[in-house]
């Protein structure tokens, strides 16, 4: 074969691959190749009495590679839902979700989940605790010890990892969740009210935790939570979901996240534009909260 005709046909080859990635991409009504797109998701509950619950209607978003997504909502406007499809855990009613070009059909390490709480391995150490996934993966035991004892760097943690979780307070719990969680170095890290069950001040440092990692390690992460104040300082995005059917509501683009990179979340709060977001965003949750008790009122 001579050279030209090498060049000819791996150039063609190329190009059938080009095209083959956008059929799929077609296929699945997206443009992003990198990073997370969901389209048109639906998912309705059927109960077991006949009825049905439509848990999120039409919820579509793109979400590119590094990007730090918070999203707030009145309880039961489907956000745990939302993530659990994300994440793998239940399939949706209809719709698709595609991840750095090909379709989420079920859990993998690229997406890594962390919970509210109790999700440790209660028997084993901090140290075996982080070290899970890179032992499932069968990695060399040398190069896990490293990436471990990076993680507890990172966390803050170097001086407990031979401690049992039972022995750790609750903050020191979520950031063994949260090294977990990165070890088995997912694109995607994916968190339901990560700091929702602790106080007031670890809670603080936690989100300054949260906006460290994002910051050094450039994952993509969607954050759930209850409060406003969270939302507004861990979302550079932020969306707020309305209920029944649980949809998106409204979204914003923010700077707090990133000035709150490294510095004090209590001056960032300061920000003339903080105050104000945050009690718009209150005061829309707060007439959906009312619209729901309203709604209820008239049904009983
Ligand atoms: N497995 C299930 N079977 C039936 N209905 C469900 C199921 N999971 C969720 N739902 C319903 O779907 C809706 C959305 O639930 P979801 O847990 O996603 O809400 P949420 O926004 O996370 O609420 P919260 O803020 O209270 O955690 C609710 O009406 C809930 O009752
Ligand atoms: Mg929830």
């Known amino acids: 074969m001579t ?11 190329l190009n059938a691959a080009a095209n083959s990635r956008d059929q799929t991409q077609k296929k699945a009504g997206t443009i992003t190749v990198s990073g997370l797109s969901i389209k048109d998701l639906s998912m309705r509950f059927d109960l077991p009495n006949g009825s049905s619950v439509q848990a999120l209607e039409n919820v579509s978003l793109d979400l590119k590679e590094g990007e730090l997504m918070s999203v707030l909502g009145p309880s039961g406007c489907g956000k745990t839902t939302l993530l659990n499809i994300v994440a793998g855990f239940l399939a949706p009613t209809s719709g698709t979700l595609v991840m750095n070009g090909h379709e989420i059909t ?4 690229e997406r890594g989940m962390v919970f509210q709480k109790g999700a440790l391995f209660e028997w084993m150490s901090v140290r075996e605790n ?15 010890a490293q990436i471990v004892d990076h993680l507890l760097d990172v966390v803050g943690l170097q001086d ?4 049992a979780v039972y022995e750790l307070s609750g903050g020191m719990q979520q950031r063994v969740a949260l090294a977990r969680c990165l070890a088995n170095d997912p694109d995607v890290i994916l968190m339901d009210e990560p700091l929702g069950a602790l106080d007031a001040l670890t809670r603080e440092k936690m989100q300054s935790l949260v906006l460290k990692l ?4 450039g994952k993509t992460i969607i954050l759930i939570t209850h409060s406003v104040e969270e939302a507004l300082l861990l979302g550079e995005r932020l969306i707020v979901m309305a209920p029944r059917p649980g949809r998106i509501h409204k979204e914003y683009h923010l700077p707090f ?13 300061k920000h003339p534009e903080f105050g104000s977001k945050r009690d718009e965003i209150l005061a829309m949750i707060w007439d959906m909260e009312e619209e ?6 008239a049904a009983t």
């Open 257 to 269: 996240a990133e000035l709150g990179v490294g510095a004090d979340l209590r001056e960032v709060k």
């Open 106 to 109: 079920g859990p993998d390490a």
């Open 292 to 297: 729901i008790m309203g709604r209820t009122e």
């Open 160 to 163: 407990f990892k031979e401690k």
């Open 130 to 144: 982080v070290g899970f996934g890179p032992s499932m993966k069968g990695m060399p035991k040398a190069e896990k």
């Open 3 to 13: 050279p030209a005709r090498r060049v000819e046909l791996r150039r063609a080859t």
């Open 214 to 217: 994002w910051k050094e390690t």
